[in-house]
């Protein structure tokens, strides 16, 4: 009996093997949201009316999940000391990269998009804002954790030198990405910089103000994109007229169901046609330009109904639910705070892309993670997925 107990003792005493710590329904919710990316990717090209070549768009896309799984298994061990002296230099190479797209970005896409954000290098074409989102996750999880190491004792000064801290690293990505006129992935940035302000533990004497503050902001830009006065002034700093098309599509987008509002317009007939239960794989009556990126909700909407739709948000709300219990488990500020840039990414990506397409929200350009076809997006949400598998996978994260 005394050796049974011994032997008891001795196997809960042993630390987890690394399966143990492979959190298997992550990479489970991730491979079967790949695997909706590649059947709606296919519907997508295969009803596109300008006959794309379907064969090499899906081998490059399955390209590009084959990266995204080994940039997880090399990210998954990297221990959290090595990621902590990583990150200044990442950041710094991020910036380097958005800066240089200002003169060599892809003129072809510039004229079709409006945006400055591409790069194309011998035909082919890389979208550096998508891995700058992670570059900015780690150096504002970066700045927070020594702040608060620094500060431990928490004061209205000390909260305040936080907020400088962050937003000094924080604006010049804002500003690059401005300066490359891509305001739908500027907004991503804004949600990764307030998640993770939120949860800086920054007190309320100055989050209630600046609350109040950003909610009054957000009103008076609806006042400016909805009256003449409003639009002029924004022309004057900056704003594109196919941004006021998009807002103009979304708040009426049968108005002009032709023109500006076709895009959307046809999203929802698409989606409203689905159904219950959808019309079956591969069968679509209703065409839907450039499908296959931003728009591919519509394609689950109509080849699988509400049914389809709502397996998918399921499917997400698992992954984010993975993503937060992360944030409970470690024992380690640092990758806390990574956790919660990336859960507010994701986040975002998930609901202004789904929003978008059902008409809630107006278009922005932004593609559904693991789903929509983009290499750069899928990349960069890969390396966040192997950020969150290294945190459980590392047996004894270091403390920063």
């Known amino acids: 009996m005394e050796n049974r107990r011994e032997l008891y003792k001795e196997k809960a005493e042993k630390p987890a093997s690394r399966d143990n710590r492979i959190d298997y329904g992550v990479i489970l919710v991730v491979f079967l949201l790949c695997l909706i990316g590649l059947l709606s990717v296919y519907v997508a090209l295969s009803q596109d009316i300008s006959n794309p070549p379907i064969t090499s768009n899906l081998l490059r896309q399955g390209l590009w999940y084959f990266l995204g799984a080994v940039s997880i298994v090399i990210i998954m061990h990297i221990k959290s000391k090595w990621l902590w002296k990583l990150t200044p230099a990442l950041y710094a190479f991020g910036l380097l990269v958005m800066m240089l797209l200002l003169e060599f970005y892809d003129r072809v896409?510039?004229?079709?998009?409006?945006?400055?954000?591409?790069?194309?290098?011998?035909?082919?074409?890389?979208?550096?804002?998508?891995?700058?989102?992670?570059?900015?996750?780690?150096?504002?999880?970066?700045?927070?954790?020594?702040?608060?190491?620094?500060?431990?004792?928490?004061?209205?000064?000390?909260?305040?030198?936080?907020?400088?801290?962050?937003?000094?690293?924080?604006?010049?990505?804002?500003?690059?990405?401005?300066?490359?006129?891509?305001?739908?992935?500027?907004?991503?940035?804004?949600?990764?910089?307030?998640?993770?302000?939120?949860?800086?533990?920054?007190?309320?004497?100055?989050?209630?103000?600046?609350?109040?503050?950003?909610?009054?902001?957000?009103?008076?830009?609806i006042y400016l994109v909805t009256t003449d006065l409003g639009r002029e002034l924004l022309t004057k700093v900056g704003f594109q007229q196919y941004q006021f098309n998009r807002i103009d599509a979304w708040l009426d987008p049968f108005a002009d169901s032709q023109g500006s509002g076709y895009q959307l317009a046809r999203a929802l007939l698409a989606i409203a046609s689905g159904g219950m239960l959808g019309k079956g794989f591969n069968v679509s009556d209703v065409y839907v330009p450039v499908r296959e990126s931003d728009m591919i909700f519509s394609v689950i909407g109509e080849n699988f109904g509400f049914v389809g739709g709502t397996i998918v948000i399921f499917l997400y709300f698992v992954l984010i639910y993975r993503m937060v219990r992360v944030c409970f488990d470690m024992n380690n500020e640092f990758y806390t705070y990574i956790a919660t840039g990336l859960i507010m990414m994701l986040l975002f990506h998930i609901f202004e892309n789904i929003g978008a397409n059902i008409g809630l929200l107006p278009l922005t350009g932004i593609p559904l993670p693991f789903i929509s076809q983009g290499g750069s997006s899928i990349l960069g949400n890969m390396i966040g997925i192997g950020l969150i598998m290294s945190m459980r996978y590392q047996t004894n994260p270091n403390q920063i």
């Open 109 to 221: 896409l510039y004229g079709e998009t409006g945006s400055k954000n591409w790069f194309n290098i011998a035909g082919f074409s890389f979208q550096p804002s998508e891995i700058m989102k992670i570059a900015l996750i780690l150096m504002l999880a970066y700045v927070i954790t020594g702040h608060n190491v620094k500060y431990a004792v928490r004061t209205l000064k000390s909260d305040l030198l936080l907020i400088g801290k962050m937003m000094l690293v924080t604006l010049p990505v804002i500003g690059l990405v401005l300066a490359q006129e891509d305001f739908g992935t500027m907004l991503v940035f804004l949600a990764i910089f307030a998640g993770m302000f939120l949860m800086s533990g920054i007190t309320w004497k100055i989050l209630l103000p600046l609350i109040l503050l950003a909610v009054a902001f957000v009103a008076f830009m």
